[in-house]
């Protein structure tokens, strides 16, 4: 296979410290974070194992050349002198896409064009739009950059949530916003709000050892060459836990969503989830844990003057039934999370999730 120059983690932009923790849990060597990613040093074997295990990272990027041009012609030559056989495989389609900025080169699309011939050209691949792999092509200062997308669709794609209910949260921000609350698998988690059952779901995963990626395909298993046992083996894994994890929500719609997802995620035997709105929730029997919760948060006008009652009530129900649980609450209206009374520490760095604005909001054990 063609060495990796470097690979690039990318996230959500706020939460590049957080993914970055992750990546150096999971023994990644990580050489740098930057708006929108962590860069990475190491191999293919590295590139599988951020793929399949990382649980923050929405896609991973396997940069393979860099060099300076200046002009179509210059970018030309040198992108047929890269081993396009070593990376990708004549009977697999491949599309480029292409960036161009502070440039002499400033027609993207141009350069685009320009790499999908050398690639044709060279190795005889087809070139299509819906193909399963993308070579990214950046140019800035005259500096071109191009990477292979290892992952193909989204990383938050676990591969066993059919249903989902609106506004859900995705599972790699979830992943992080966990992480950042402290959690490691190591206590019990409580979401009253639970929707389709993302948080939970996850917390449970962690809990069991689970790899993120064990039920989906990635675009590297149609490059050149891959290691099937070696993608079976990080794939494979799990531990039992005693632990067990909570969900409510006063939508029975969203409890069936829930069991089901959990089902197929393999947690439905460490999960529970009920019909109950907020006001009755109690804390389970056994160890204090965290309750983390994604509510409602007001988008539309004429909604928020009755979210502060929401809120209100839930810091009530939390303050006198929770004590000792952590509690984390992810909004996207500070004056929301200040209603609830309960003791924040400073907010998490501001994260676009969904077009809106969010974040997190923790406390120490109540």
Same mark, same amino acid.
């Given at each position: 296979?063609?060495?990796?120059?470097?690979?690039?983690?990318?996230?959500?932009?706020?939460?590049?410290?957080?993914?970055?923790?992750?990546?150096?849990?999971?023994?990644?060597?990580?050489?740098?974070?930057?708006?929108?990613?962590?860069?990475?040093?190491?191999?293919?074997?590295?590139?599988?194992?951020?793929?399949?295990?990382?649980? %923050?990272?929405?896609?991973?990027?396997?940069?393979?050349?860099?060099?300076?041009?200046?002009?179509?012609?210059?970018?030309?030559?040198?992108?047929?002198?890269?081993?396009?056989?070593?990376?990708?495989?004549?009977?697999?389609?491949?599309?480029?896409?292409?960036?161009?900025?502070?440039?002499?080169?400033?027609?993207?699309?141009?350069?685009?064009?320009?790499?999908?011939?050398?690639?044709?050209?060279?190795?005889?691949?087809?070139?299509?739009?819906?193909?399963?792999?993308?070579?990214?092509?950046?140019?800035?200062?005259?500096?071109?950059?191009?990477?292979?997308?290892?992952?193909?669709?989204?990383?938050?794609?676990?591969?066993?949530?059919?249903?989902?209910?609106?506004?859900?949260?995705?599972?790699?921000?979830?992943?992080?916003?966990? #992480?950042?609350?402290?959690?490691? /698998?190591?206590?019990?988690?409580?979401?009253?709000?639970?929707?389709?059952?993302?948080?939970?779901?996850?917390?449970?995963?962690?809990?069991?050892?689970?790899?993120?990626?064990?039920?989906?395909?990635?675009?590297?298993?149609?490059?050149?060459?891959?290691?099937?046992?070696?993608?079976?083996?990080?794939?494979?894994?799990?531990?039992?836990?005693?632990?067990?994890?909570?969900?409510?929500?006063?939508?029975?719609?969203?409890?069936?969503?829930?069991?089901?997802?959990?089902? #197929?995620?393999?947690?439905?035997?460490?999960?529970?989830?009920?019909?109950?709105?907020?006001?009755?929730?109690?804390?389970?029997?056994?160890?204090?844990?965290?309750?983390?919760?994604?509510?409602?948060? %007001?988008?539309?006008?004429?909604?928020?003057?009755?979210?502060?009652?929401?809120?209100?009530?839930?810091?009530?129900?939390?303050?006198?039934?929770?004590? /000792?649980?952590?509690?984390?609450?992810?909004?996207?209206?500070?004056?929301?999370?200040?209603?609830?009374?309960?003791?924040?520490?400073?907010?998490?760095?501001?994260?676009?999730? /969904? /077009?809106?604005?969010?974040?997190?909001?923790?406390?120490?054990?109540?």
């Amino acid at each position: 296979m063609i060495p990796v120059d470097e690979i690039f983690l990318v996230t959500a932009p706020g939460l590049e410290d957080v993914l970055a923790d992750e990546a150096r849990a999971l023994g990644l060597n990580v050489t740098g974070v930057i708006p929108g990613g962590v860069t990475v040093a190491g191999g293919w074997p590295a590139v599988w194992r951020a793929n399949v295990k990382l649980r %923050g990272a929405v896609r991973v990027l396997a940069r393979i050349a860099s060099f300076r041009a200046m002009h179509l012609a210059q970018l030309d030559k040198r992108a047929r002198k890269i081993a396009w056989d070593q990376l990708l495989r004549a009977d697999v389609p491949v599309r480029v896409e292409a960036t161009t900025v502070k440039s002499k080169i400033y027609h993207a699309g141009a350069a685009a064009q320009r790499v999908e011939t050398a690639i044709r050209e060279t190795l005889g691949a087809p070139i299509a739009q819906d193909a399963p792999i993308t070579i990214k092509v950046r140019i800035e200062d005259d500096l071109v950059t191009i990477s292979v997308d290892t992952t193909g669709e989204s990383l938050h794609k676990r591969g066993h949530k059919l249903a989902v209910n609106k506004a859900p949260i995705r599972e790699t921000l979830a992943a992080l916003f966990l #992480r950042q609350c402290g959690y490691s /698998g190591q206590m019990p988690v409580l979401d009253p709000m639970c929707g389709s059952g993302t948080l939970v779901i996850e917390a449970a995963e962690v809990a069991m050892g689970l790899p993120a990626g064990r039920a989906r395909d990635f675009a590297f298993e149609q490059l050149a060459q891959v290691d099937r046992a070696a993608l079976a083996g990080l794939k494979a894994g799990g531990r039992s836990t005693d632990l067990r994890f909570y969900g409510s929500d006063r939508d029975a719609g969203a409890i069936r969503m829930s069991r089901d997802n959990a089902a #197929r995620a393999g947690v439905g035997e460490i999960t529970m989830f009920d019909v109950k709105p907020i006001s009755e929730i109690t804390p389970p029997e056994g160890p204090a844990g965290l309750v983390i919760i994604n509510p409602p948060y %007001g988008a539309r006008i004429g909604e928020k003057k009755t979210l502060f009652g929401l809120y209100g009530a839930m810091g009530k129900v939390l303050t006198e039934r929770f004590k /000792g649980w952590q509690v984390g609450i992810i909004t996207a209206d500070s004056g929301l999370a200040k209603a609830t009374g309960l003791p924040f520490l400073p907010a998490g760095p501001v994260v676009a999730n /969904g /077009g809106l604005k969010v974040q997190l909001f923790r406390t120490d054990p109540l």
